[in-house]
């Protein structure tokens, strides 16, 4: 009864999960059991660390559908310049410093010469998410004048209501029509659009969500990764045995070599014995 209603505009479906409690309620209105649904991995988890804080939307702490941290760790490892999507509102996120926040880099794209989201930077050139996708992704579309086809380095494919209409937006042709034209993507390179960049009225957003699912599957079933500060190089390893030999070759007094050698080799092999277990 005494409990705080969220605000309406903060009550949201979550690719179609309900904003109901999965919490248990103490006597002083604490909450005592704490669980969610991610929507993208749909795993349950207790640990609220495991949430994913996302600066772009506004999720009632009472929401159980929300999104795990790998899950869109995941989507902003995929995305281009390490940029992602938000998979509810579509906003630009990135990682800094262990914490999503919205890239709000605008600039003068170097390549199309444009203001927009800034997601690379190589040397002095600056470049905006469409220009990279367009750079690893150049497909073949079809012109609505001529009828010809033409590689366009650029994700014309934002444009197209459906794979099979042609764009809103306009490109320079230099087959026959020598002017700018509407474009739709070839039908043979239709399947080479990246999911998670395809417009909402094509419907893949469940095979987005698929891909980043598998992932999270075969995370799972892997051996853990080790941190990276945590892995000790070969090199480092033999520095630190001959190293430590040396110390005990000095403290008994042994000038013999061989044995400083056969020395350092016991200490590799019972530091990397060590390291494995």
């Known amino acids: 009864r005494n409990r705080r209603r969220a605000p309406r505009s903060a009550e949201r479906d979550f690719f179609g999960g309900s904003p109901s409690l999965h919490r248990r309620w103490g006597k002083?209105?604490?909450?005592?059991e704490f669980s969610f649904s991610c929507a993208v991995c749909l795993e349950e988890y207790t640990d609220p660390d495991l949430v994913a804080q996302l600066p772009c939307c506004i999720i009632p702490t009472t929401a159980t559908t929300r999104f795990c941290?790998?899950?869109?760790?995941?989507?902003?490892?995929?995305?281009?310049?390490?940029?992602?999507?938000?998979?509810?509102?579509?906003?630009?996120?990135?990682?800094?410093?262990?914490n999503f926040e919205v890239s709000a880099h605008t600039d003068t794209c170097t390549v199309c010469q444009q203001v927009r989201t800034i997601v690379e930077t190589r040397g002095q050139?600056?470049?905006?998410?469409?220009?990279?996708?367009?750079?690893?992704?150049?497909?073949?579309?079809?012109?609505?004048?001529?009828?010809?086809f033409q590689r366009i380095h650029h994700p014309m494919w934002r444009y197209q209501r459906s794979p099979v209409e042609f764009g809103t937006e306009t490109w320079v042709c230099h087959q026959r029509c020598r002017a700018s034209t509407h474009w739709r993507v070839a039908v043979q390179d239709?399947?080479?659009?990246?999911?998670?960049?395809?417009p909402e009225t094509?419907?893949?957003?469940?095979?987005?969500?698929?891909?980043?699912?598998?992932?999270?599957?075969?995370?799972r079933h892997s051996p853990p990764r080790r941190p990276v500060a945590s892995r000790v190089r070969h090199g480092e390893v033999l520095l630190l045995s001959v190293a430590a030999s040396m110390l005990l070759l000095l403290k008994v007094g042994i000038k013999n070599w061989c044995g400083a050698l056969i020395l350092a080799a016991i200490v590799f092999?019972?530091?990397?014995?060590?390291?494995?277990?």
Not at 28 to 32: E, H, L
Not at 129 to 148: F, I, N, S, T, V
Not at 269 to 277: I, N, T, Y
Request: glycine content about 12%; charged content about 25%.
């Open 28 to 32: 002083k209105g604490m909450a005592t």
């Open 69 to 98: 941290r790998r899950c869109i760790e995941i989507i902003c490892e995929h995305g281009a310049g390490g940029i992602g999507r938000c998979p509810n509102c579509r906003a630009y996120l990135c990682i800094r410093g262990g």
């Open 125 to 148: 050139m600056l470049m905006c998410d469409a220009c990279l996708l367009g750079m690893h992704h150049p497909l073949l579309y079809e012109c609505d004048g001529c009828g010809r």
């Open 190 to 198: 239709a399947l080479n659009v990246p999911v998670d960049d395809c």
């Open 202 to 219: 094509w419907g893949m957003r469940d095979e987005w969500l698929t891909s980043v699912r598998e992932q999270r599957l075969r995370e």
């Open 269 to 277: 092999a019972c530091m990397r014995l060590r390291k494995l277990a």
